[in-house]
């Protein structure tokens, strides 16, 4: 296994650590090197970690002075900023950072930690120097243009920053399609329109060739709007900058419409697409309710994670049934789904159902033949779970002459992802972009940004791309959701038992995977605590409170 590596968290300015945060420091030092060949592969960066007393453990994000150490900096120039200048305490302190969990009990370590979002006292690029590059891949969802908007009119009216361009095209836009210049009149009103102006495209990714267009365009600072795919993507650019001993900055913000980017409370986008669910929502109810023994089937977004369908579910109360890939169903037999509709269109007339795109699949697979493919973003192709699930429900009431049934099916998807963000996305767009930025102007780089806890953070790629957020169905959350439709669960025992809680850091502070500050029970307290000298780890020096 390998030895976890322990480094002092803030970036290297001149500013006194805590004295409880007694740590190794790792400095890391890379050579400049031309632009490499297709062949030759970066190596993967390493975890920065760092631990302080009682189970303290800080994931921290790079910093370009990890490999370019006599990088210069410089005092930030908000505090001369009108607007800024009289906001007390307006600088995040070095030591701040923002904790992953919240709900802790009085003998639980304290656990992992993200380093807080937010300006910093000391800049490490000048103004004028900034070459600014903005890309959106992936699908499209509300407030890509948000994002767009406020890094342009952050970076320009806060920094004075004014060589800001955008890559049309997605990825391939780097080697692929010209630049276009971006400014805060050309990018004035874009956050009320869907999609995105710079265009976007899934996969293609090059790195050698993005990377060689950021080296000869002179980008020093690179912001990669997209979903996790888009995110690994971004960490595969940020190694290879690396290597090249690049000064150049590469931020990610997090968007997927689905809500599965793991760690962050949310992503932009959703809750604009919850609540133009609740149309389509309305839309079935009504043809349900005005028909006899009206079934209203809606299909809503969510692949891997059924996160839109729940909370439209709930934010609906006219949903009698909800599907979502996380929770298993069975169509036939007493307790099934088929057997659920016939109960509740005897006791009330009509129903509803909102089924999540990636709900059933397996079910579909063993009842018709399916050539198993992929899109370009490496994605499995979905078949259709609504006309699939309509069909089914058609075909069993055929049966049942004198019960007839009229079905409605309605497919919002792709009106729910390009419609405009609505207000309480387009604040909270702001403030990841303007996170973002201060984050790239204070030399931070490979990382990405998103709220822990209601507190912004900047979180490593790793960390977002390791695996997806899913809905847990032993979670208040989805009881909630079960007690508003009044749907069998569906589940077996052995499901249950398959989706039992993260229990992530319930006893011990450790980082997943070979970077664990603790392997071995005994050097703790047996309450989640490190011990002072006696907890010292093999090869790293013992953590001291």
């Known amino acids: 296994?390998?030895?976890?590596?322990?480094?002092?968290?803030?970036?290297?300015?001149?500013?006194?650590?805590?004295?409880?945060?007694?740590?190794?420091?790792?400095?890391?030092?890379?050579?400049?090197?031309?632009?490499?060949?297709?062949?030759?592969?970066?190596?993967?960066?390493?975890?920065?970690?760092?631990?302080?007393?009682?189970?303290?453990?800080?994931?921290?994000?790079?910093?370009?002075?990890?490999?370019?150490?006599?990088?210069?900096?410089?005092?930030?120039?908000?505090?001369?900023?009108?607007?800024?200048?009289?906001?007390?305490?307006?600088?995040?302190?070095?030591?701040?950072?923002?904790?992953?969990?919240?709900?802790?009990?009085?003998?639980?370590?304290?656990?992992?930690?993200?380093?807080?979002?937010?300006?910093?006292?000391?800049?490490?690029?000048?103004?004028?120097?900034?070459?600014?590059?903005?890309?959106?891949?992936?699908?499209?969802?509300?407030?890509?243009?948000?994002?767009?908007?406020?890094?342009?009119?952050?970076?320009?009216?806060?920094?004075?920053?004014?060589?800001?361009?955008?890559?049309?095209?997605?990825?391939?836009?780097?080697?692929?399609?010209?630049?276009?210049?971006?400014?805060?009149?050309?990018?004035?009103?874009?956050?009320?329109?869907?999609?995105?102006?710079?265009?976007?495209?899934?996969?293609?990714?090059?790195?050698?060739?993005?990377?060689?267009?950021?080296?000869?365009?002179?980008?020093?600072?690179?912001?990669?709007?997209?979903?996790?795919?888009?995110?690994?993507?971004?960490?595969?650019?940020?190694?290879?900058?690396?290597?090249?001993?690049?000064?150049?900055?590469?931020?990610?913000?997090?968007?997927?419409?689905?809500?599965?980017?793991?760690?962050?409370?949310?992503?932009?986008?959703?809750?604009?697409?919850?609540?133009?669910?609740?149309?389509?929502?309305?839309?079935?109810?009504?043809?349900?309710?005005?028909?006899?023994?009206g079934i209203g089937v809606v299909k809503l977004m969510g692949r891997n994670s059924g996160f839109i369908a729940m909370y439209a579910t709930l934010a609906s109360r006219d949903v009698d049934c909800c599907l979502i890939p996380e929770s298993p169903f069975y169509l036939e037999g007493k307790g099934g789904l088929l057997d659920f509709v016939e109960k509740r269109l005897r006791d009330n007339g009509h129903m509803v159902i909102v089924v999540a795109e990636g709900a059933g699949q397996d079910l579909i697979v063993k009842s018709m033949p399916f050539a198993d493919t992929h899109d370009s973003s490496g994605n499995k192709v979905l078949l259709d779970v609504g006309l699939w699930l309509s069909q089914k429900i058609k075909e069993h009431f055929k049966k049942k002459p004198n019960f007839p049934v009229t079905l409605k099916y309605i497919d919002p998807t792709y009106m729910i992802r390009a419609v405009p963000s609505n207000a309480s996305d387009n604040v909270y767009c702001t403030l990841l972009a303007h996170s973002a930025l201060h984050g790239a102007m204070a030399g931070y780089t490979g990382f990405t940004v998103g709220p822990v806890n209601g507190r912004r953070a900047y979180i490593p790629f790793y960390r977002i791309t390791e695996k997806q957020n899913k809905v847990v169905i032993t979670d208040r959350m989805w009881a909630r959701v079960l007690c508003s439709t009044n749907q069998p669960c569906f589940l077996t025992h052995e499901d249950v038992e398959g989706a039992g809680l993260d229990e992530e850091e319930l006893h011990m502070p450790l980082v997943e995977g070979d970077n664990a500050l603790v392997t071995n029970p005994s050097m703790c307290n047996g309450n989640g605590h490190l011990c002072n000298g006696a907890a010292a780890r093999r090869n790293v020096n013992s953590f001291t409170c």
């Open 1 to 293: 296994m390998e030895t976890a590596t322990v480094v002092v968290a803030p970036p290297p300015v001149s500013i006194t650590q805590p004295p409880q945060h007694k740590l190794m420091e790792l400095k890391f030092s890379f050579a400049p090197v031309a632009k490499s060949s297709p062949s030759r592969k970066a190596k993967p960066a390493k975890k920065k970690l760092a631990g302080g007393c009682g189970g303290y453990v800080l994931e921290d994000v790079p910093h370009l002075t990890d490999y370019l150490p006599e990088l210069k900096s410089y005092p930030n120039p908000l505090q001369d900023h009108p607007a800024y200048s009289v906001v007390k305490q307006y600088f995040v302190k070095p030591d701040e950072t923002v904790a992953k969990k919240i709900v802790v009990h009085k003998s639980s370590a304290r656990g992992t930690h993200f380093r807080r979002a937010g300006p910093r006292r000391r800049v490490y690029f000048q103004p004028d120097e900034v070459r600014a590059a903005i890309v959106t891949c992936g699908g499209i969802c509300p407030g890509l243009n948000t994002v767009i908007r406020e890094l342009v009119c952050g970076l320009h009216d806060m920094y004075g920053v004014t060589a800001i361009y955008g890559i049309e095209g997605g990825y391939k836009g780097f080697y692929a399609r010209n630049k276009v210049e971006l400014t805060p009149r050309s990018v004035n009103g874009i956050h009320k329109r869907g999609g995105t102006v710079l265009g976007t495209s899934r996969g293609g990714q090059d790195t050698t060739k993005i990377v060689d267009s950021i080296q000869d365009r002179g980008f020093n600072q690179v912001y990669v709007i997209g979903g996790d795919g888009t995110q690994k993507g971004a960490a595969s650019i940020h190694e290879e900058v690396q290597r090249r001993g690049l000064k150049c900055a590469v931020v990610g913000v997090p968007k997927t419409i689905d809500n599965d980017i793991a760690v962050i409370d949310k992503s932009f986008g959703f809750d604009t697409a919850v609540e133009e669910a609740q149309r389509a929502i309305n839309a079935a109810h009504v043809e349900a309710e005005c028909a006899e023994n």
